[in-house]
């Protein structure tokens, strides 16, 4: 049996399967990740001084306009063959879950049903002050104020900022427990075009595997999490993914 072919034999045979997805996931749909050496976002640009509470605090028209930038490239791109791939695999596999550190909304946009987003939704936007509860949803859409950043039309004192969660914050309470409920129980974790360097989702797959599940890898470079892998496909998750499918179906 080929790499491939085992790979595929292990999604197909998963009970509770687990998906943890990373920039790499939407790579292939043009949008950068952070830390490859050539085009990451994190090579050109310090993330302290535009994705923590304090760089907003301190500058946050720039702030503000950076991810205004970024939710551009989203809204020009297109979800991938992979995020299709995923979406088809909840036909043939009992359980699907997704837990995305990626803020594009791109699984949920093509259909996938269980998804968990660890770090916020680019196309999402709050009072920076949580005035009425954590979070407080800002429909920019419908707001008159087009100064930048707008003031929360709520209680007209504090900010509006972008619904995703910046180094130096926690991640939504509710979300991450169920990530790590799911790691824990899950029998095959595919992790997908992560570094594994933020916590806490790069710990996921190792609670997964001290659990006893399988870890699967797809990643054209090795991550913090290849050593954990039974198994790495080194290409970009949206030629691989369909393949794997492909495989799959033949198969049953
Ligand atoms: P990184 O930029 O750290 O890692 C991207 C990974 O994707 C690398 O391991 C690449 O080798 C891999 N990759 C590149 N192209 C790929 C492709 N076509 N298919 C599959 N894999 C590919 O991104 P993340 O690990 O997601 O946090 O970064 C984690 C967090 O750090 C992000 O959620 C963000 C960032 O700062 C916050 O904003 C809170």
Redesign the pocket.
């Known amino acids: 049996m080929s790499d491939l072919q085992t790979f595929a034999a292990i999604v197909g045979g998963a009970k509770r399967f687990v998906v943890l ?5 939407s ?2 749909s043009g949008i950068p ?4 050496a050539m085009d ?3 090579a050109q640009y310090d ?1 302290m001084e535009l ?1 923590t509470p304090s760089a907003f605090l301190r500058d946050p028209k720039l702030v503000w306009e950076w991810y205004e930038y970024r939710r551009g490239l989203v809204n020009t791109a297109k979800p991938n063959a ?1 995020h299709y791939a995923l979406v088809e695999l909840e036909a043939l596999l009992p359980q699907v879950t997704i837990v995305t ?3 594009d909304g791109f699984h949920q946009l093509v259909g996938s049903r269980d998804v968990i987003c ?2 916020g939704n680019i196309q999402q936007h709050k009072c920076a002050g949580d005035c009425k509860g954590d979070p407080t949803l800002v429909d920019i859409s419908q707001l008159t104020d087009e100064a930048s950043p707008p003031r929360c039309p709520y209680c007209q004192q504090h900010y509006v900022r972008p619904n ?4 130096n914050e926690t991640l939504p309470v509710a979300e991450l427990e169920r990530a790590h409920d799911v790691s824990l129980q899950a029998d095959v974790m595919l992790v ?7 916590v806490p ?2 710990q996921l797959p190792f609670l997964a595997y001290r659990g006893g599940a399988t870890i699967l890898e ?4 090795r ?1 913090n999490i290849s050593e954990i892998a039974r198994l790495r496909l080194a ?6 993914l369909p393949e794997v499918v492909k495989l799959i179906r033949e198969n049953t």
Do not use: K, Y
């Open positions: 997805t990373g920039a790499g996931m790579q292939e990740t952070f830390r490859d990451g976002l994190w993330p994705a992979g550190q990626n803020v660890l770090h995703v969660v910046w180094f997908i075009g992560t570094s594994g360097v933020v989702a790069a797809i990643n054209p470079n991550s290409g970009g998750s949206a030629e691989m």
